[in-house]
Protein backbone atom coordinates (compact mmCIF):
# COMPACT_ATOMS: atom_id res chain seq x y z
CA UNK A 1 0.00 0.00 0.00
CA UNK A 2 1.50 3.22 -0.86
CA UNK A 3 0.05 5.99 1.68
CA UNK A 4 1.17 9.61 0.65
CA UNK A 5 0.98 12.31 3.27
CA UNK A 6 1.72 9.77 6.25
CA UNK A 7 3.80 12.35 7.79
CA UNK A 8 0.56 14.91 8.49
CA UNK A 9 -2.34 14.80 10.19
CA UNK A 10 -4.99 11.98 8.90
CA UNK A 11 -1.94 10.70 6.94
CA UNK A 12 0.38 9.26 10.35
CA UNK A 13 -3.19 8.52 11.74
CA UNK A 14 -3.95 6.24 9.16
CA UNK A 15 -0.37 5.08 9.39
CA UNK A 16 -1.02 3.57 12.81
CA UNK A 17 -4.33 2.52 12.37
CA UNK A 18 -3.35 0.40 9.69
CA UNK A 19 -0.19 -1.21 10.81
CA UNK A 20 -1.61 -2.29 13.94
CA UNK A 21 -4.64 -3.76 12.35
CA UNK A 22 -3.30 -5.40 9.78
CA UNK A 23 0.23 -6.11 10.49
CA UNK A 24 0.87 -8.33 7.28
CA UNK A 25 0.40 -5.46 5.26
CA UNK A 26 3.53 -3.37 3.99
CA UNK A 27 3.16 0.64 4.02
CA UNK A 28 5.22 2.65 1.44
CA UNK A 29 5.63 5.94 3.78
CA UNK A 30 5.42 9.07 0.48
CA UNK A 31 5.76 12.27 1.91
CA UNK A 32 7.80 15.49 1.06
CA UNK A 33 8.21 16.76 4.70
CA UNK A 34 6.65 20.30 4.27
CA UNK A 35 6.49 21.52 7.37
CA UNK A 36 2.85 19.96 7.90
CA UNK A 37 5.11 16.49 8.11
CA UNK A 38 6.55 15.47 11.24
CA UNK A 39 7.93 11.61 11.43
CA UNK A 40 7.27 12.09 15.12
CA UNK A 41 4.26 11.08 14.37
CA UNK A 42 5.15 7.64 12.90
CA UNK A 43 8.06 7.25 14.94
CA UNK A 44 6.34 3.97 16.92
CA UNK A 45 6.00 1.90 13.48
CA UNK A 46 9.25 3.49 11.86
CA UNK A 47 11.61 0.73 12.68
CA UNK A 48 9.26 -2.29 11.44
CA UNK A 49 10.35 -4.31 8.48
CA UNK A 50 7.09 -3.76 6.51
CA UNK A 51 7.18 0.02 6.88
CA UNK A 52 9.12 2.07 4.41
CA UNK A 53 9.56 6.12 4.56
CA UNK A 54 10.24 7.76 1.12
CA UNK A 55 10.76 11.53 1.15
CA UNK A 56 9.56 12.44 -1.85
CA UNK A 57 7.59 15.15 -3.70
CA UNK A 58 4.39 13.89 -5.62
CA UNK A 59 4.44 16.09 -8.12
CA UNK A 60 8.02 14.88 -9.13
CA UNK A 61 6.94 12.66 -11.63
CA UNK A 62 10.71 10.58 -11.77
CA UNK A 63 10.12 10.36 -8.04
CA UNK A 64 6.44 8.74 -8.11
CA UNK A 65 7.71 6.53 -11.34
CA UNK A 66 10.65 5.54 -9.39
CA UNK A 67 8.29 4.19 -6.60
CA UNK A 68 5.95 2.33 -8.72
CA UNK A 69 8.76 0.88 -10.53
CA UNK A 70 10.84 -0.52 -7.14
CA UNK A 71 7.36 -1.68 -5.01
CA UNK A 72 4.70 -3.50 -6.06
CA UNK A 73 1.81 -1.07 -5.52
CA UNK A 74 -1.53 -2.71 -4.58
CA UNK A 75 -3.40 0.29 -3.31
CA UNK A 76 -2.97 3.97 -2.82
CA UNK A 77 -4.21 5.91 -0.37
CA UNK A 78 -4.04 9.52 -1.47
CA UNK A 79 -3.86 12.18 1.60
CA UNK A 80 -0.76 14.25 0.21
CA UNK A 81 -2.07 17.63 0.03
CA UNK A 82 -1.29 21.22 0.99
CA UNK A 83 -4.17 21.75 3.38
CA UNK A 84 -4.06 25.44 5.03
CA UNK A 85 -6.89 27.82 3.96
CA UNK A 86 -5.11 31.09 4.88
CA UNK A 87 -2.12 29.39 2.89
CA UNK A 88 -3.97 29.00 -0.07
CA UNK A 89 -4.81 32.97 0.20
CA UNK A 90 -1.16 33.71 0.46
CA UNK A 91 0.31 31.15 -2.30
CA UNK A 92 -2.38 29.69 -4.55
CA UNK A 93 0.29 28.26 -6.67
CA UNK A 94 1.92 25.56 -4.71
CA UNK A 95 -1.50 24.28 -4.05
CA UNK A 96 -2.22 23.86 -7.64
CA UNK A 97 1.12 22.31 -8.01
CA UNK A 98 0.76 19.55 -5.55
CA UNK A 99 -2.92 19.15 -5.08
CA UNK A 100 -3.48 19.18 -8.64
CA UNK A 101 -0.29 18.07 -10.73
CA UNK A 102 0.49 16.00 -8.15
CA UNK A 103 -2.51 14.24 -7.95
CA UNK A 104 -2.26 13.98 -11.73
CA UNK A 105 1.13 12.73 -11.55
CA UNK A 106 -0.15 9.90 -8.74
CA UNK A 107 -2.91 8.50 -10.85
CA UNK A 108 -0.79 8.21 -14.19
CA UNK A 109 1.71 5.85 -12.53
CA UNK A 110 -1.68 4.12 -10.67
CA UNK A 111 -3.09 3.53 -14.19
CA UNK A 112 0.17 2.51 -15.72
CA UNK A 113 1.20 -0.22 -12.79
CA UNK A 114 -2.93 -1.41 -12.78
CA UNK A 115 -3.44 -0.78 -9.14
CA UNK A 116 -5.96 -2.46 -7.70
CA UNK A 117 -7.30 0.75 -5.44
CA UNK A 118 -6.59 4.30 -5.44
CA UNK A 119 -8.63 5.91 -2.59
CA UNK A 120 -8.44 9.64 -3.28
CA UNK A 121 -8.88 11.93 0.18
CA UNK A 122 -10.94 14.59 -0.76
CA UNK A 123 -12.69 17.36 1.79
CA UNK A 124 -16.78 18.34 2.14
CA UNK A 125 -15.06 21.97 0.82
CA UNK A 126 -15.42 21.09 -2.71
CA UNK A 127 -19.22 21.43 -1.92
CA UNK A 128 -18.68 24.85 -0.99
CA UNK A 129 -20.82 26.62 1.34
CA UNK A 130 -24.60 25.79 3.33
CA UNK A 131 -27.09 28.37 4.25
CA UNK A 132 -28.55 27.64 7.81
CA UNK A 133 -30.27 24.14 6.14
CA UNK A 134 -29.44 21.16 4.01
CA UNK A 135 -26.40 18.72 4.10
CA UNK A 136 -23.96 18.32 1.46
CA UNK A 137 -24.51 14.79 0.04
CA UNK A 138 -22.68 13.13 -2.80
CA UNK A 139 -24.16 14.45 -6.01
CA UNK A 140 -24.47 18.35 -4.57
CA UNK A 141 -22.57 20.63 -7.05
CA UNK A 142 -18.90 21.53 -6.77
CA UNK A 143 -18.77 24.86 -5.87
CA UNK A 144 -15.72 26.01 -3.90
CA UNK A 145 -14.54 29.51 -2.54
CA UNK A 146 -11.26 29.17 -1.55
CA UNK A 147 -7.69 28.15 -3.93
CA UNK A 148 -7.50 25.57 -1.29
CA UNK A 149 -10.76 24.07 -2.15
CA UNK A 150 -10.96 24.85 -5.75
CA UNK A 151 -7.24 22.90 -5.91
CA UNK A 152 -9.23 19.77 -3.99
CA UNK A 153 -12.00 19.96 -6.37
CA UNK A 154 -9.70 20.10 -9.36
CA UNK A 155 -7.88 16.63 -7.69
CA UNK A 156 -11.40 14.93 -7.84
CA UNK A 157 -12.54 15.72 -11.14
CA UNK A 158 -9.38 14.14 -12.34
CA UNK A 159 -9.28 11.60 -10.29
CA UNK A 160 -12.85 10.83 -11.34
CA UNK A 161 -12.01 11.14 -15.09
CA UNK A 162 -8.76 8.40 -14.74
CA UNK A 163 -11.82 6.28 -13.79
CA UNK A 164 -14.12 7.15 -16.31
CA UNK A 165 -11.53 7.40 -18.89
CA UNK A 166 -8.92 4.50 -18.05
CA UNK A 167 -11.46 2.59 -15.64
CA UNK A 168 -8.75 3.47 -12.79
CA UNK A 169 -10.39 1.90 -10.03
CA UNK A 170 -10.98 5.09 -8.13
CA UNK A 171 -12.95 6.41 -5.09
CA UNK A 172 -13.38 9.19 -3.74
CA UNK A 173 -13.96 10.02 -0.47
CA UNK A 174 -14.99 13.78 1.23
CA UNK A 175 -14.96 13.98 4.64
CA UNK A 176 -15.52 17.22 7.10
CA UNK A 177 -13.42 18.74 9.75
CA UNK A 178 -10.60 16.12 11.74
CA UNK A 179 -9.76 16.24 14.88
CA UNK A 180 -7.53 14.19 17.16
CA UNK A 181 -3.96 13.22 18.04
CA UNK A 182 -0.75 14.76 16.12
CA UNK A 183 -2.93 17.86 14.32
CA UNK A 184 -0.55 20.55 12.94
CA UNK A 185 -1.09 23.15 15.89
CA UNK A 186 -2.17 26.01 13.15
CA UNK A 187 -5.83 23.92 13.05
CA UNK A 188 -8.88 25.17 15.32
CA UNK A 189 -8.41 22.33 17.93
CA UNK A 190 -4.59 22.23 18.66
CA UNK A 191 -4.11 25.81 18.32
CA UNK A 192 -6.99 26.23 21.57
CA UNK A 193 -5.68 23.86 23.61
CA UNK A 194 -1.64 24.53 23.07
CA UNK A 195 -2.67 28.91 23.50
CA UNK A 196 -5.09 27.78 26.26
CA UNK A 197 -2.52 25.84 28.53
CA UNK A 198 0.14 28.86 28.20
CA UNK A 199 -2.95 31.31 28.85
CA UNK A 200 -2.44 33.19 25.40
CA UNK A 201 -5.55 34.59 23.91
CA UNK A 202 -6.92 32.44 21.25
CA UNK A 203 -7.95 34.16 18.26
CA UNK A 204 -11.65 32.94 16.13
CA UNK A 205 -12.67 34.43 12.57
CA UNK A 206 -15.41 36.84 12.74
CA UNK A 207 -18.18 35.96 15.16
CA UNK A 208 -17.28 32.42 15.33
CA UNK A 209 -20.83 31.34 14.47
CA UNK A 210 -19.19 29.84 11.37
CA UNK A 211 -20.51 25.40 11.73
CA UNK A 212 -18.77 22.89 11.43
CA UNK A 213 -19.08 19.53 11.24
CA UNK A 214 -16.51 17.47 13.60
CA UNK A 215 -15.00 13.47 12.83
CA UNK A 216 -12.43 12.46 14.96
CA UNK A 217 -9.84 10.92 13.19
CA UNK A 218 -9.89 7.40 14.66
CA UNK A 219 -13.30 7.48 12.95
CA UNK A 220 -11.87 8.84 9.46
CA UNK A 221 -9.77 6.09 9.49
CA UNK A 222 -11.96 3.33 10.16
CA UNK A 223 -14.38 4.85 7.14
CA UNK A 224 -11.32 4.68 4.33
CA UNK A 225 -10.57 1.18 5.41
CA UNK A 226 -14.34 0.13 4.33
CA UNK A 227 -13.57 2.37 1.00
CA UNK A 228 -10.93 0.17 0.85
CA UNK A 229 -12.24 -3.03 1.53
CA UNK A 230 -15.52 -2.71 -0.02
CA UNK A 231 -15.57 1.04 -1.87
CA UNK A 232 -17.64 0.94 -5.39
CA UNK A 233 -14.71 2.01 -7.86
CA UNK A 234 -15.85 5.26 -9.68
CA UNK A 235 -17.90 6.26 -6.72
CA UNK A 236 -17.68 9.09 -4.12
CA UNK A 237 -18.73 8.68 0.13
CA UNK A 238 -18.94 11.62 2.03
CA UNK A 239 -17.90 11.20 5.96
CA UNK A 240 -18.66 12.89 8.66
CA UNK A 241 -19.15 12.63 12.63
CA UNK A 242 -22.83 13.94 12.47
CA UNK A 243 -21.62 16.53 15.23
CA UNK A 244 -22.16 20.47 13.69
CA UNK A 245 -21.04 23.10 16.26
CA UNK A 246 -20.25 26.72 15.85
CA UNK A 247 -16.40 27.63 16.05
CA UNK A 248 -17.20 29.19 19.15
CA UNK A 249 -19.27 26.61 20.49
CA UNK A 250 -16.36 24.30 19.98
CA UNK A 251 -13.57 26.95 21.62
CA UNK A 252 -15.94 27.12 24.46
CA UNK A 253 -16.01 23.50 25.31
CA UNK A 254 -12.32 22.74 24.89
CA UNK A 255 -11.79 25.76 27.55
CA UNK A 256 -14.32 24.77 29.90
CA UNK A 257 -12.54 21.23 29.30
CA UNK A 258 -9.07 22.56 30.51
CA UNK A 259 -10.68 24.49 33.14
CA UNK A 260 -9.71 28.41 31.28
CA UNK A 261 -11.76 31.06 30.91
CA UNK A 262 -13.59 31.96 28.33
CA UNK A 263 -11.83 35.70 28.18
CA UNK A 264 -9.12 34.00 26.25
CA UNK A 265 -11.26 34.34 23.32
CA UNK A 266 -10.35 37.16 20.87
CA UNK A 267 -12.07 37.66 17.93
CA UNK A 268 -10.30 38.75 14.89
CA UNK A 269 -11.49 40.30 11.24
CA UNK A 270 -13.07 37.21 9.15
CA UNK A 271 -11.52 35.42 6.44
CA UNK A 272 -12.16 36.60 2.31
CA UNK A 273 -14.53 33.90 1.10
CA UNK A 274 -15.21 32.08 4.53
CA UNK A 275 -17.73 29.79 3.87
CA UNK A 276 -20.72 29.57 6.86
CA UNK A 277 -21.36 26.28 7.38
CA UNK A 278 -21.12 22.86 6.03
CA UNK A 279 -22.93 19.62 6.97
CA UNK A 280 -22.43 16.46 5.92
CA UNK A 281 -24.73 13.56 4.57
CA UNK A 282 -23.05 10.20 5.31
CA UNK A 283 -26.08 8.23 4.73
CA UNK A 284 -23.95 6.26 1.94
CA UNK A 285 -21.50 5.51 3.86
CA UNK A 286 -23.71 4.15 6.46
CA UNK A 287 -26.18 2.46 4.42
CA UNK A 288 -23.87 1.04 1.57
CA UNK A 289 -20.55 -0.09 3.70
CA UNK A 290 -22.08 -0.41 7.08
CA UNK A 291 -20.00 2.77 8.55
CA UNK A 292 -20.53 4.26 11.88
CA UNK A 293 -18.78 6.61 13.85
CA UNK A 294 -17.64 5.26 17.33
CA UNK A 295 -17.20 8.69 19.08
CA UNK A 296 -19.33 11.35 20.57
CA UNK A 297 -17.78 14.66 20.45
CA UNK A 298 -17.89 15.27 23.80
CA UNK A 299 -15.53 11.69 24.45
CA UNK A 300 -13.70 12.83 21.18
CA UNK A 301 -13.31 16.42 22.64
CA UNK A 302 -11.75 14.92 26.21
CA UNK A 303 -9.65 12.32 24.36
CA UNK A 304 -7.53 14.99 22.18
CA UNK A 305 -7.27 17.21 25.22
CA UNK A 306 -6.29 14.56 27.16
CA UNK A 307 -3.65 13.92 24.15
CA UNK A 308 -2.21 16.87 23.92
CA UNK A 309 -1.56 17.09 27.63
CA UNK A 310 0.43 13.80 27.74
CA UNK A 311 2.47 14.73 24.52
CA UNK A 312 3.62 18.38 25.69
CA UNK A 313 7.16 17.41 23.76
CA UNK A 314 5.55 16.82 20.92
CA UNK A 315 3.95 19.99 19.96
CA UNK A 316 6.50 22.44 22.17
CA UNK A 317 8.63 21.14 19.62
CA UNK A 318 6.50 22.50 16.63
CA UNK A 319 6.02 25.59 17.94
CA UNK A 320 9.64 26.56 18.38
CA UNK A 321 9.96 25.77 14.84
CA UNK A 322 10.40 28.68 12.61
CA UNK A 323 7.53 28.44 9.77
CA UNK A 324 8.22 29.32 6.39
CA UNK A 325 5.51 32.37 6.48
CA UNK A 326 2.50 32.79 8.59
CA UNK A 327 -0.08 33.98 7.21
CA UNK A 328 -2.77 32.83 9.72
CA UNK A 329 -4.30 35.41 11.35
CA UNK A 330 -6.40 32.91 13.60
CA UNK A 331 -6.04 29.10 13.57
CA UNK A 332 -7.60 26.89 10.46
CA UNK A 333 -11.55 25.26 10.28
CA UNK A 334 -11.33 24.84 7.52
P1 LIG B 1 -1.60 17.87 6.70
O1 LIG B 1 -1.34 19.23 6.17
O2 LIG B 1 -1.52 17.64 8.18
O3 LIG B 1 -0.58 16.83 6.05
C1 LIG B 1 -0.26 16.86 4.69
C2 LIG B 1 0.94 15.96 4.47
O4 LIG B 1 1.21 15.94 3.06
C3 LIG B 1 2.20 16.44 5.18
O5 LIG B 1 2.85 15.35 5.81
C4 LIG B 1 3.05 17.01 4.07
O6 LIG B 1 4.45 16.90 4.31
C5 LIG B 1 2.62 16.15 2.89
N1 LIG B 1 2.81 16.82 1.61
C6 LIG B 1 2.46 18.10 1.28
N2 LIG B 1 2.83 18.37 0.02
C7 LIG B 1 3.41 17.24 -0.46
C8 LIG B 1 3.97 16.88 -1.72
N3 LIG B 1 4.04 17.76 -2.72
N4 LIG B 1 4.46 15.62 -1.88
C9 LIG B 1 4.41 14.74 -0.86
N5 LIG B 1 3.90 15.03 0.36
C10 LIG B 1 3.40 16.26 0.55
O7 LIG B 1 -3.01 17.46 6.13
P2 LIG B 1 -4.18 16.58 6.80
O8 LIG B 1 -4.98 17.47 7.66
O9 LIG B 1 -3.59 15.35 7.36
O10 LIG B 1 -5.04 16.25 5.52
C11 LIG B 1 -4.80 15.06 4.76
C12 LIG B 1 -5.75 15.01 3.58
O11 LIG B 1 -7.10 15.05 4.05
C13 LIG B 1 -5.61 16.20 2.63
O12 LIG B 1 -5.75 15.73 1.31
C14 LIG B 1 -6.75 17.12 2.99
O13 LIG B 1 -7.19 17.87 1.88
C15 LIG B 1 -7.81 16.12 3.43
N6 LIG B 1 -8.77 16.65 4.42
C16 LIG B 1 -8.35 17.07 5.65
C17 LIG B 1 -9.29 17.51 6.57
C18 LIG B 1 -8.89 17.94 7.95
O14 LIG B 1 -9.78 18.27 8.75
N7 LIG B 1 -7.63 17.93 8.32
C19 LIG B 1 -10.65 17.55 6.23
C20 LIG B 1 -11.02 17.13 4.96
C21 LIG B 1 -10.09 16.65 4.06
Redesign the pocket.
Known sequence: MLV??G?????SNFVLYWLDRHPEDRIIN?????Y??NPDNVASVCHLPNYRFIR????DAACVQRIFREERIDTVVH??????VDRSIADPQLFVR?NVL?TQCLLEEARRHCVTKFVH????EVYGTLGQEGRFTESTPLAPNSPYSAS?AGSDLLARAYYETFNLPVVITR????YGPYQ?PE?LLPTVITRALQNMPIPIYGNGLNVRDWLYVEDHCSAIERVIRSGTPGQVYNVGGGNERTNLQIVQNVLAELGKPTSLIQFVPDRPGHDLRYAIDAGKLRRKLGWQPRYTLERGLKLSVAWYLEHGSWWRKLLKAPSPDDPAAAPDT?
Open positions: TGMGFIGLDALTAGGDISFAAESHTGISTDKCSNNFKA
